[in-house]
């Protein structure tokens, strides 16, 4: 399987998280020596609300961006071992993790969220603990990851239809936990969903039924690798 990352997009994402690592200390640290003096207490707490606000966002961004392994590091090393036919796209496309595969294309959304985690249709839920509340400004929050990896898809739909009209790219949206230590109860959902120990197994298994035609294998190759320069 060949693996194919905007390495540019990866680096700027990273700077960009270690900017605002280092502004959000900033503004603390001002409202921390401010606040020593009477006369600058109500700077100082101006100067509060913006640092924990931007010391949270980095805190996120550079655990996507920083943080190694990341995401697409932890999909190639789970994917390895899949045929040529088979190829990765990350933080090229319209969405961020991509598989073109000899019988279509897979969305992911992959997820690093451990502990409890549950599905019943479509419908996500996290119970709160005091692990997670001590890292509750770093870390990014589940969120609805079947309307994330939909809307994903939709975003592809759009981007293949406009790049190769009438042309039929079967779909299909997958979501997958990275973390060993998540613990998944999954009933029914609407989105295959899975830790990521089993995808490679899942792709072997969907691509077992009609292939691309040639000719649309090579429009798709084409139109990403147009993408990734």
């Given amino acids: 399987m060949r693996v194919i990352i905007d390495k540019d997009k990866v680096r700027r994402r990273a700077a960009t998280a270690q900017r605002g690592t280092f502004t959000g200390i900033g503004l603390l ?6 606040s020593f003096t009477p006369r600058y207490l109500l700077p100082a707490y101006g100067l509060i609300i913006p640092g ?3 010391a949270s966002w980095a805190a996120r961004s550079g655990d996507k ?7 697409d590091q932890l999909l190639a090393k789970a994917l390895k071992g899949l ?7 990350s933080y090229v496309l319209p969405a961020e993790q991509v598989i073109l595969a000899p019988a279509g294309l897979f969305i992911l959304t992959a997820k690093q969220q451990d502990g409890c985690i549950s599905c019943h249709g479509q419908k996500w839920h996290r119970p709160f603990n005091l692990r997670r509340l001590r ?9 609805n990851p079947t309307k994330q990896v939909q809307d994903e898809m939709q975003k592809m739909q759009r981007f293949v239809a406009e790049h190769l009209p009438d042309t039929d790219v079967p779909m299909q949206p997958v979501i997958v936990f990275a973390d060993p230590q998540a613990d998944l109860e999954v009933v029914e959902p609407t989105v ?8 490679k197994s899942y792709l072997r298994s969907a691509n077992k039924g009609k292939a691309l035609p040639k000719q649309t294998h090579k429009a798709l190759l084409d ?3 147009e993408q990734a320069t």
């Fill in 83 to 89: 045929t040529h036919g088979y190829r990765l796209y």
């Fill in 52 to 54: 924990v606000i931007v």
């Fill in 223 to 225: 139109l990403f690798g």
């Fill in 65 to 71: 961006w920083l943080r190694e392994p990341r995401l």
């Fill in 135 to 143: 890292r509750v400004l770093a870390e990014e929050p589940l969120g």
């Fill in 29 to 34: 640290g001002a409202a921390a020596v401010l």
């Fill in 192 to 199: 295959p969903t899975m830790p990521l120990s089993d995808l």
